[in-house]
T-cell receptor, first 111, second 114 residues
Framework: DAKTTQPPSMDCAEGRAANLPCNHS???????VYWYRQIHSQGPQYIIH???NNETNEMASLIITEDRKSSTLILPHATLRDTAVYYC????????????FGPGTRLSVLP | EPEVTQTPSHQVTQMGQEVILRCVPI?????FYWYRQILGQKVEFLVS????????KSEIFDDQFSVERPDGSNFTLKIRSTKLEDSAMYFC????????????FGPGTRLTVT
């Protein structure tokens, strides 16, 4: 089973920030938090990952709480093309380590 | 930007037939994976592969499934005798340890068993 819990769905107005929460209270010290998204039935697309520091890239920001038991993915200016299912995954960054996907959060960006 | 490719994009087969799904991972990646997603359900891990052998497999990956890297570039998933419940999207992924640690996923093959 997935080690994360996410709300099943969220709405966001186009142009506004989308904040997607994830709980991972049983995360171990060397596990990373990864975020992927899946648009329709396409292959999951990598967004961002982090260990304990906040991270930012061209797609999103990842805020990880100090105790690492939860995190938030931030899409700063959501567009209609960001409508997708977003997955928060906790995993070791080692070879052969498979990803355990939960049901994710279905984000709908509304015009 | 390098990407994982998969062929075919859609495969229709009859129950009991063998199918081979093909993937071309990113060229300098060494770890390969197959996942599947039944319509409306979660993405599920099937198998991981490294150094020409299976590293890990799930309960789903039974004797009907096999994987192979036949020629140094392709990575294949074979289902020997397909069942109706094998109908799903099958995603290939590859990974290069020491980079950013992310797995890159292909676009998927939709398998329909009739």
């Amino acid at each position: 089973d997935a080690k994360t819990t996410q709300p099943p769905s969220m709405d966001c107005a186009e142009g506004r920030a989308a904040n997607l929460p994830c709980n991972h209270s049983t995360i171990s010290g060397n596990e990373y938090v990864y975020w992927y998204r899946q648009i329709h039935s396409q292959g999951p697309q990598y967004i961002i990952h982090g260990l304990k520091n906040n991270e930012t890239n061209e797609m999103a920001s990842l805020i990880i709480t100090e105790d690492r038991k939860s995190s938030t993915l931030i899409l700063p200016h959501a567009t209609l093309r960001d409508t997708a299912v977003y997955y928060c995954i906790v995993s070791l960054p080692n070879y052969g380590q498979n990803f355990v996907f939960g049901p994710g959060t279905r984000l709908s960006v509304l015009p | 930007e390098p990407e994982v490719t998969q062929t075919p994009s859609h495969q229709v087969t009859q129950m009991g037939q063998e199918v081979i799904l093909r993937c071309v991972p990113i060229s300098n990646h060494l770890y390969f994976y197959w996942y599947r997603q039944i319509l409306g359900q979660k993405v599920e891990f099937l198998v991981s592969f490294y150094n020409n052998e299976i590293s890990e497999k799930s309960e789903i990956f039974d004797d009907q499934f096999s994987v192979e890297r036949p020629d140094g570039s392709n990575f294949t998933l074979k289902i020997r005798s397909t069942k109706l419940e094998d109908s799903a999207m099958y995603f290939c992924a590859s990974f290069r340890q020491g980079a950013n640690y992310e797995q890159y996923f292909g676009p998927g093959t939709r398998l329909t068993v009739t």
